[in-house]
């Protein structure tokens, strides 16, 4: 009995990815397309897959009897920008359901690549926050802001707890719209349409002119390579650091209207490709 072509809508989250699998195989259905909570027009038959716990514990289960490091790439896999996300991922379950794991010994195998290469995307992004994100005082609480393509901040979140574990602080995902907020040692990841800073204080901005100045200081004139620079701090990583901010960026950026997407220009930091959206 061959399977029948669907295409599944569900709410975008990883349990919710499982649940398609579980659907998948219960129902003898070939998803050849996945949508978010977004109306989806097509020829083919949309089906709503309503998350379910259970369902998802169940195939994380079977998962996991296979392979656990298959389990770890399925949920890094999930995180990242990669284009047709969930279906490199159910064709990544099939064949591990298929064959087992020994074909990711393989890198060039062309069902494990494109997952392989997200990841090694994604890895090098989260190298490069670790080190890039800056954070400010407002009114005694740490708070920096990133404009990441993939989804980081689940893999953030345990570097920056551990680092400031007896300080209170967030960080704001403005391309993903997520919010990892931290506090008496606790976490939580938030969904959040927008944030609007609060302006900071007196001796904030002047920690921020300190730091800009020491960032022109220690600059050498004569042996400026923007070429060397643009390789090791890409400018799409500039448009969020203090030293190529104003001082008074919040209150620039109140001047917004609500609903804009418009950032403050900064001629510097042009935007980089700009990550998909997800589901609210």
């Known amino acids: 009995m061959a399977w029948q072509e669907t295409i599944y809508q569900y709410d975008g989250t990883f349990d919710g990815f499982l649940c398609c699998v579980y659907e998948s195989y219960v ?18 038959e949309v089906r709503c897959v309503i998350t379910q716990r259970e369902h998802a514990r169940r195939v994380m289960r079977s998962l996991l009897t296979r392979s656990e490091p298959a389990v770890d790439v399925l949920r890094r896999a999930f995180l990242t920008c990669m284009e047709d996300r969930e279906q490199h991922l159910y064709a990544f379950v099939r064949k591990l359901y298929a064959q087992g794991s020994d074909f990711m010994k393989n890198r060039s195998d062309p069902t494990y690549y494109p997952l392989a290469r997200a990841i090694r995307h994604m890895n090098g992004e989260l190298e490069k926050l670790r080190g890039f994100i800056r954070f400010s005082d407002y009114g005694g609480v740490l708070g920096a802001e990133i404009k990441p393509k993939n989804r980081v901040l689940p893999l953030l979140r345990s570097h920056f707890c551990n680092r400031y574990a007896n300080e209170s602080f967030f960080i704001y995902d403005r391309n993903h719209r997520e919010l990892l ?72 950026q109140a001047t917004i209207p609500p609903g804009s997407t418009a950032v403050f220009p900064n001629s510097g930091a042009p935007d980089g490709i700009p990550a998909p959206g997800t589901p609210r």
């Open 27 to 44: 129902n003898r259905e070939f998803p050849i397309a996945f949508c978010g909570d977004e109306e989806y027009f097509s020829l083919y």
């Open 181 to 252: 907020l931290h506090t008496a040692g606790r976490s939580r990841i938030l969904p959040v349409d927008r944030l609007q800073l609060t302006l900071p204080g007196q001796e904030e901005l002047c920690y921020r002119e300190l730091w800009k100045r020491f960032y022109d200081t220690i600059a050498i004139q004569e042996r400026t390579n923007p070429r060397c620079q643009n390789s090791f701090l890409p400018k799409r990583y500039r448009g969020v650091m203090t030293e190529f901010l104003p001082t008074d960026y919040e209150a620039r």
